[in-house]
């Protein structure tokens, strides 16, 4: 059974500061990494998806990076703002044909 | 273009009440799924279906059913509603899961109180 977990479970950061943010698995053998960004009192948002053959995914200033061999991720954040500040759950799958394992996520706070 | 919808956004249930939270998608997906929601705990999956008249349990099913009689439609429905059901509940739906897993899409949540 796939395992994922997110440490720290709260940063705190000033405006400006580049930041990594971490996420851990059980499974090495997933399909694909997500990474979602929930603001309080929301559902999800995708951020980035990246597939098993993939190495890394970049959107704007969010970058992931798979390593399946150590079972890690991680999501760095550049020149992180203000409106940044979220909560940045990690998930993987299962094995075969099942839906998302989600970490417990951690609290970003970017303070200006 | 919708996305993911969920009703109601807030309820209301005492002890012993049944209600059903639905859920629907207008993207034409195959796979979707119900999330629970508390704190410490993170998200844990209630059931899911991967296409129309095809349900399976997650991680946390007990107290909860589903059905799937259409690809739009995936409701959660609660038999005997229990405090230990207070939570705020997540649909989601998805083009694949496994292999050619897609992005995940979620609604806005349903926050219930029990009672």
């Known amino acids: 059974k796939q395992e994922v977990t997110q440490i720290p479970a709260a940063l705190s950061v000033p405006e400006g500061e580049n930041l990594v943010l971490n996420c851990s698995f059980t499974?090495?053998?997933?399909?694909?990494l997500q990474w979602f960004r929930q603001d309080p009192g929301k559902g999800l948002t995708s951020l980035l998806l990246i597939q098993s053959s993939q190495r890394e995914q970049t959107s704007g200033r969010l970058n992931a990076s798979l390593d399946k061999s150590s079972g890690r991720s991680t999501l760095y954040i550049a020149a992180s703002q203000p409106g940044d500040s979220a909560t940045y759950l990690c998930?993987?799958?299962?094995?075969?044909?099942?839906?998302?394992?989600f970490g417990k996520g951690t609290r970003l706070s970017v303070i200006a | 273009n919708a996305g993911v919808t969920q009703t109601p956004k807030f309820q209301v249930l005492k002890t012993g009440q049944s209600m059903t939270l639905q859920c629907a998608q207008d993207?034409?997906?195959?796979?979707m799924s119900w999330y629970r929601q508390d704190p410490g705990m993170g998200l844990r999956l209630i059931h899911y279906?991967?296409?129309?008249?095809?349900?399976d349990q997650g991680e946390v099913p007990n107290g909860y059913n589903v059905s799937r009689s259409t690809t739009e439609d995936f409701p959660l429905r609660l038999l005997s509603a229990a405090p230990s059901q207070t939570s705020v509940y997540f649909c989601?739906?998805?083009?694949?899961?496994?292999?050619?897993?897609?992005?995940?899409?979620f609604g806005p949540g349903t926050r219930l109180l029990v009672l």
């Open positions: 993207m034409n997906h195959e796979y």
């Open positions: 998930a993987a799958p299962n094995s075969g044909n099942t839906p998302l394992v």
């Open positions: 499974d090495s053998a997933i399909y694909n």
């Open positions: 279906s991967v296409g129309a008249g095809i349900t």
């Open positions: 989601a739906s998805s083009g694949s899961y496994g292999p050619l897993g897609e992005t995940q899409y």
